[in-house]
């Protein structure tokens, strides 16, 4: 298992010389409504939900981008649904993502990965995955408006959030 | 392009009014509450608790004057009197009275859920039914031990299961239990979210363990479903510890201390208050487990008796004062 990442490692280092590649820093600020539904229970709305993601390891290749996203999400408590209301939380993913850039102006992002959930409130957490689903149109070269879908999924629960935002990128190609 | 931003526009717009959310509370509820106090001081020569009885009291009073005037409420009181164990019983109407002493102190579960019966047997789905105690909790399983007999050292306890299942299943509302008594985190049900803290073997409180806690979230991915519990419990204490009174001054359980504090009884005059804290808005679970652990009084004993409660993913409102 060291020797694989230590491979990895040198492969990530030395893959701008190798694979003329080059490397890329993506951060992202985004908001939006998040829905939950838990088991049997109806579809539930989250007040909001707010996500600051950051692509320090990117690496672009013509068209192309992979990167691995570490991210922050904040799932604000749901309006009383009865009596009972979803519990707010925190979710740190991280994952992989690729990105293609169609043309100049447009690209599209989709990835996944693992996330730990902490509900802050009630000192708990999970373990959760996710899928993700990105539009990103390029008004300059180095920032996005960008229009995400998060798909979380855990035992007996699958939420999704959809958000509006904007992105930096610093560096590679689109 | 056009088309696919309106659509989401749409989505958003719709996302910010009750559109997705289903139906609300039509009928006012009703609370019931059984607080159990037990000082044992009848007893040849189980230790005493000094202020569980005057916690009962002090509890009940500061709850009363809560819900007086917003809702409607019934508060059945157990401690060991003089006479025995006797069960009270107060209502939002001014009824005041005495329903059961049990001459020699002992009562078995059976007798005592049918005393309870009487009062309990009327709640309905949406009322809201809160079990408080403030005694011993035996031998590390954190069995209540609510009932002995005078003048030996006899005494009778109720289990985990005696509770949820003999007990709180016979009647309907939404229940939760507030314990204030040694090892009380045994009543809290194991679910499929894992604890973030984590204890040494002493018992203790530890800081944030985030590799720990991730372990416990993995291996609870396979745990059992406790998505939305029936019962939700605050208690005073983890499965392994220990719970404390008369600590720094404070005539009180530590616990109810912090409980009643959150509540806004007075505790420099010993006396229940007609607070107006709460006008407009409402009590949950989280909001009362978070309210007892900022007013925790002495952080030493935060880390040797730390409050837990029911890890849900959903919280349950109590009072609504909106």
Redesign the interface.
């Known amino acids: 298992m060291k020797r694989v990442i230590f491979v990895l490692i040198i492969l990530l280092l030395f893959s701008e010389v190798l694979f003329a590649v080059s490397y890329t820093a993506l951060f992202s600020l985004y908001g939006?409504?998040g829905?939950?539904k838990?088991?049997s229970?109806?579809?539930?709305?989250t007040s909001y939900t707010l996500t600051f993601e950051a692509e320090a390891a990117g690496i672009s290749f013509g068209r192309n981008t992979l990167s691995l996203p570490l991210s922050v999400t904040f799932f604000s408590?749901s309006?009383?649904?009865?009596?009972?209301?979803?519990?707010s939380h925190f979710d740190l993913a991280l994952g992989l993502a690729y990105r293609y850039a169609f043309t100049s102006l447009f690209t599209l992002k989709a990835g996944g990965g693992i996330t730990?959930?902490?509900?802050h409130?009630?000192?708990?957490?999970?373990?959760a995955f996710y899928t993700s689903v990105s539009g990103e149109f390029y008004p300059a070269q180095y920032t996005a408006i960008i229009?995400p879908v998060n798909l979380f999924f855990?035992?007996?629960?699958i939420a999704f959030n959809?958000g509006?935002g904007c992105l930096l990128r610093i560096g590679g190609g689109k | 392009m056009r088309k696919l931003l309106v659509v989401?526009l749409i989505?958003?717009t719709f996302?910010?009014c009750?559109y997705?959310?289903?139906?609300?509370?039509t009928v006012e509820?009703k609370v019931y509450m059984v607080a159990i106090g037990i000082g044992y001081e009848h007893s040849a020569d189980i230790s005493r608790l000094k202020y569980t009885k005057s916690d009962m009291n002090a509890l009940s009073a500061q709850i009363a004057n809560l819900l007086e005037g917003k809702m409607d409420y019934e508060i059945l009181t157990c401690s060991d009197e003089e006479d025995g164990l006797t069960l009270r019983r107060m209502t939002s109407g001014g009824e005041r009275e005495t329903l059961y002493v049990w001459e020699n102190g002992i009562v078995d579960t059976k007798t005592l859920s049918m005393a309870l019966d009487n009062s309990l047997s009327k709640a309905e789905d949406?009322d809201v039914m809160i079990f408080y105690y403030a005694g011993h909790g035996d031998d590390e399983t954190g069995c209540l031990a609510y009932t002995y007999e005078y003048g030996t050292n006899k005494y009778e306890t109720i289990s985990v299961r005696d509770l949820y299942d003999d007990m709180l299943s016979r009647w309907k509302g939404?229940k939760l239990l507030l314990l204030d008594s040694c090892f009380s985190g045994n009543f809290i049900e194991n679910g499929?979210?894992?604890?973030?803290?984590t204890y040494d073997e002493k018992g203790n409180l530890t800081v944030f363990n985030?590799i720990g806690?991730?372990e416990?979230?993995?291996q609870?991915?396979k745990?059992k479903?406790n998505?939305?519990p029936d019962v939700y419990v605050i208690s005073g204490a983890s499965r392994d510890q220990m719970t404390y009174e008369g600590v720094d001054g404070i005539e009180h359980g530590l616990f109810t201390y912090a409980l009643l504090r959150y509540l806004d009884y007075d505790t420099q005059m010993e006396e229940a208050t007609y607070t107006t804290k709460f006008d407009g808005k409402?009590i949950?679970v989280?909001d009362l487990?978070?309210g007892i652990i900022d007013n925790f009084p002495n952080q030493n004993y935060f880390k040797r008796s730390t409050p837990?409660?029911?890890?849900?993913?959903?919280?349950?409102?109590l009072f609504d004062f909106r």
């Open positions: 939006g409504p829905f939950t838990v088991k229970d109806d579809l539930l709305r408590d309006p009383p649904y009865g009596y009972y209301m979803l519990n730990y959930r902490i509900y409130d009630i000192d708990a957490s999970a373990i229009i855990t035992k007996d629960e959809i509006i | 989401i989505a958003i996302s910010s009750e997705f959310l289903g139906g609300g509370i509820p949406g939404r499929d979210l894992a604890p973030t803290h985030p806690s991730m416990l979230s993995w609870m991915l745990g479903d998505a939305k409402y949950s989280s487990y978070n837990n409660t029911t890890p849900s993913r959903f919280d349950m409102i």
